[in-house]
């Protein structure tokens, strides 16, 4: 039967905040809120605490009846158990297995839950209402402070046999002497394409060279420093994006083996600096990828609307229950 | 409606013979047969041929009216297409692209086929026959002249965008002076895991060493010696697997991170090493796999019978129909 209802919740959990927002069906926000996520250690009455405000904001729509579901994204989400995997950045799920989704879903008087996370919620949310409208095979990689990967086969998103499927940021692209990772490994992708990574490789520059850069009297360089610099010319900060695109091409170029998207969707902080990326990558990838699929794939960048960008993510696997 | 009829044909084409099978629904095969596949340069004489070899297998076989259709698996075959694409070693078949799947049905006066790759029918064999019955989620590499792959997902072979999805074989595993292969790139799987690959590695390994080894006194190196002499206790050979292992297990660390599968299945003939395989492969993949795999996906061996696993991994497909 084709639900009849016409809006979904969304909500993102992090570390520091929980974002909320009443979505259409074409992607409009309605209504939104943000509640603080580090006030409680129990996952109970941080679950009830997050009803209460879901509630009150349905009703603030002018929407009770109208909500198709819950979706949620969160930190070490696993979308086959809905439950929440030793989250260790947030206070009331570090350390433990919060059955998340049931949690909710009884706070919430049997209203559906859906949790996933975060960067399987950017590929439904793109998907939805982005760059993938219209898709059924693609992959979207998310580059902020890790890397994640949210991958459509055939319209479905993979979860594999256990629900965690699509960790392409622990793929190991560097064989010798690679950057060790906070998985525990060395020489995984995150470790050069996400925020830290290109802050670690902005430093490994500064290092080797004497070329002038304004990055030498930042303190503490951020992602976002050498972002700006690169677009200002530094021509550190360019070398930067260069070697990281690189990397991530060349990653890319794998990937595409495996599921022959349509098209890689990045997304995120670090996907922000769009052309300082694409040259790169699209270059590096469409060397390494297998002859077939040379100058075929489409490197492409989120179209979901940043601010909102967390929650529709979230609220797309809503229209799914 | 569920299929009633109890009995479907697997045709194997290669380049020097096509094999044909009747296979019952426990993979038994019932009847089977093998023409030449290099005595005819037009693709619609072949095609009659083996529709007329197939007709009669069927009728020798007693089960006219009980066949669901035809499996076919074939080099460069696309099966959203049903074309083989440019498949170089085939007479009727070289520098066109042959709509197979279509010219065949026809020749059978409208029986069901299916097409597909080598290595995607070694995986619906495997799953509907072999070392994958009641899995989902898994990943088949297929190690040969070349190497290839069939990947499932939640119960479904993954075709992609284009039909084209699982080239494993050409990840780039070598970034820095890596193999040239024979897709045009350099440091595919292909070059260092496939039987061309472990002659060549022998070939350094004696080159680099003046270690005593039988494989010196052999004029021209197959895998297959490698493996005589491995088992044999020949140190070098011995080295050969350990090095070759080492870089699958590694490739196949990174597969998992996208899907996430219960196992790998290891068939073809450089599968047959097993336990020299088994052992680098499984501790490579364990070191370079993201943590909350580790020790967690199966590597497994190929159940399929060697002389019918062609013919039983096209015949699979047919049940699909």
């Given at each position: ?50 009803a209460e405000a879901i509630k009150a904001l349905i009703a603030k729509a002018g929407v009770e009846g109208e909500v198709v579901g819950v979706g949620a994204g969160a930190p070490c989400a696993n979308f086959l158990k809905g439950t929440m995997d030793n989250a260790a950045n947030v206070t009331w799920a570090a350390g ?155 990653a890319l170029a794998g990937f595409i083996a495996f599921s022959a998207p349509q098209a890689i969707i990045l997304f995120g902080g670090v996907a922000k600096a769009r052309r300082l990326l694409y040259e790169p990558a699209t270059k590096a990838m469409n060397e390494a990828v297998c002859p077939m699929w040379k100058d ?26």
């Amino acid at each position: 039967m084709e639900n009849t209802k016409n809006y979904v919740v969304g909500v993102d959990i992090g570390g520091q905040t929980a974002k909320i927002g009443v979505i259409d069906r074409r992607g409009n926000v309605v209504a939104e809120t943000v509640i603080p996520s580090n006030k409680h250690t129990d996952d109970h009455e941080f679950v009830a605490f997050l009803a209460e405000a879901i509630k009150a904001l349905i009703a603030k729509a002018g929407v009770e009846g109208e909500v198709v579901g819950v979706g949620a994204g969160a930190p070490c989400a696993n979308f086959l158990k809905g439950t929440m995997d030793n989250a260790a950045n947030v206070t009331w799920a570090a350390g433990r297995i919060v059955p998340f989704a049931s949690l909710l879903q009884e706070a919430l008087d049997g209203m559906p839950v859906a949790l996933t996370n975060d960067a399987n919620a950017a590929a439904l949310g793109e998907m939805y209402y982005g760059a993938a409208r219209g898709m059924k095979d693609f992959i979207v990689i998310t580059l902020g402070t890790g890397v994640g990967s949210g991958i459509v086969i055939d319209g479905k998103l993979v979860y594999g046999s256990d629900g965690f499927a699509g960790e392409l940021g622990h793929v190991r692209v560097v064989r010798h002497n690679g950057r060790p990772c906070g998985c525990g490994n060395v020489g995984c992708l995150e470790t050069y394409c996400s925020a830290i990574g290109i802050t670690r490789t902005a430093r490994e520059l500064l290092e080797l060279s004497d070329e002038p850069s304004t990055l030498r009297d930042i303190y503490k360089l951020t992602a976002k420093d050498v972002q700006e610099a690169a677009f200002a010319g530094d021509k550190i900060a360019n070398q930067v994006y260069e070697f990281t695109g690189r990397i991530l091409g060349e990653a890319l170029a794998g990937f595409i083996a495996f599921s022959a998207p349509q098209a890689i969707i990045l997304f995120g902080g670090v996907a922000k600096a769009r052309r300082l990326l694409y040259e790169p990558a699209t270059k590096a990838m469409n060397e390494a990828v297998c002859p077939m699929w040379k100058d075929k794939v489409q490197l492409l960048f989120s179209e979901l609307k940043d601010s909102d960008a967390a929650i529709l993510g979230s609220s797309a696997i809503a229209w799914e229950l």
